[in-house]
T-cell receptor, first 118, second 109 residues
Framework: GAVVSQHPSWVICKSGTSVKIECRSL??????MFWYRQFPKQSLMLMATSNEGSKATYEQGVEKDKFLINHASLTLSTLTVTSAHPEDSSFYICSARDTAELLQETQYFGPGTRLLVL | LAKTTQPISMDSYEGQEVNITCSHN???????ITWYQQFPSQGPRFIIQ???TKVTNEVASLFIPADRKSSTLSLPRVSLSDTAVYYCLVGDKGGKLIFGQGTELSVKP
């Protein structure tokens, strides 16, 4: 099946620093990628939709200036958590839609990135 | 976006068949129904997807009635490793998937 990778798998940073998380589709092209956040014992919450070559679309309540998303190629999207604070500590997961499977609505998920802000 | 409702939790024993039902009363004509499995600290893993009637693959079956307002994921002969959270989602035109609370399945020996 299609593989999506994330890097890093976990990161610990000091409050006030910025953290970049990469999401890559390894064996397919993804025009659209999605970013989710998941707190302990909770479901995934969609943060934004990332489209290659255009600005991301953010869900209501998600600060676009704090969570910068760049989708510069068909295989890479990045999420930068700017000026991270302890409340940003969470599990961040990306997913990608295979451009060749648009009709099937199938998304492939990455393994997630655990962010801990001290 | 169609909202989904699932039981919060289910218990089962090894070797049993487990059926998890999801309701999605407002499913749109173009929506597909997809089920994912998630283990702690991992990304969701695709299990099965369907549009109507029955779909079967090597790990599960998905039953969808004619009105498509609900669906049932069937896991045959579960094992301890099937303990996970199972999410039912319906996809909209834009491709967004909104996760509901999911069903936490606990398989006991």
């Amino acid at each position: 099946g299609a593989v999506v990778s994330q890097h890093p798998s976990w990161v610990i940073c000091k409050s006030g620093t910025s953290v970049k998380i990469e999401c890559r589709s390894l064996d397919f092209q993804a025009t659209t990628m999605f970013w989710y956040r998941q707190f302990p014992k909770q479901s995934l919450m969609l943060m934004a939709t990332s489209n290659e070559g255009s600005k991301a679309t953010y869900e209501q309540g998600v600060e676009k200036d704090k969570f910068l998303i760049n989708h510069a190629s068909l295989t890479l999207s990045t999420l930068t958590v700017t000026s991270a604070h302890p409340e940003d500590s969470s599990f961040y997961i990306c997913s990608a839609r295979d451009t060749a499977e648009l009709l099937q609505e199938t998304q492939y998920f990455g393994p997630g990135t655990r962010l801990l802000v001290l | 976006l169609a909202k989904t409702t699932q039981p919060i939790s289910m218990d089962s024993y090894e070797g049993q068949e487990v059926n998890i039902t999801c309701s999605h009363n407002n499913i749109a004509t173009n929506d597909y129904i997809t089920w994912y499995q998630q283990f702690p600290s991992q990304g969701p893993r695709f299990i099965i997807q369907g549009y109507k009637t029955k779909v079967t693959n090597e790990v599960a079956s998905l039953f969808i009635p004619a009105d498509r307002k609900s669906s049932t994921l069937s896991l045959p002969r579960v094992s301890l490793s099937d303990t996970a959270v199972y999410y039912c989602l319906v996809g909209d035109k834009g491709g967004k998937l909104i996760f509901g609370q999911g069903t936490e399945l606990s398989v006991k020996p």
